[in-house]
């Protein structure tokens, strides 16, 4: 049974900085692409950014690009999302998802002005 379950949501003041975790269980994520989610409240699920299984091709959308860095330890078999210069608008439940199938149950960040 596959698992995906993130931590590391808090509420924070704009400005600063926040690292997600997504341990997996029941696969090994080295063979996966693997990829960050969030919805905000009233909003559609958005893609933040994505790593492919090779650990190296990074994807962002152009939201976050220069402030969140998405990385993998496979030894781990966790993925994070560092997301530094935090603002309001990037409040909402942040999603982990493994190869477009598998889902987390979310975590929460919320950013204050």
């Known amino acids: 049974q596959v698992q995906l379950v993130e931590s590391g949501g808090e509420l924070v003041q704009a400005g600063a900085s926040l690292r997600l975790s997504c341990v997996a269980s029941?696969?090994?994520?080295?063979?996966?692409?693997m990829a960050w989610f969030r919805q905000a409240p009233g909003k559609e699920r958005e893609f933040v950014a994505a790593?492919?299984?090779?650990?190296?091709?990074?994807f962002y959308d152009d939201s976050v690009k220069g402030r969140f860095t998405i990385s993998r330890d496979n030894t781990k078999n966790t993925v994070y999302l560092q997301m530094n210069s935090l603002r309001p608008e990037d409040t909402a439940v942040y999603y982990c998802?493994?190869?477009?199938?598998?889902w987390g149950q979310g975590t929460q960040v919320t950013v204050s002005a």
């Open positions: 998802n493994c190869d477009g199938t598998f």
């Open positions: 029941g696969i090994k994520i080295s063979w996966y692409d």
């Open positions: 790593n492919r299984r090779t650990g190296t091709d990074t």
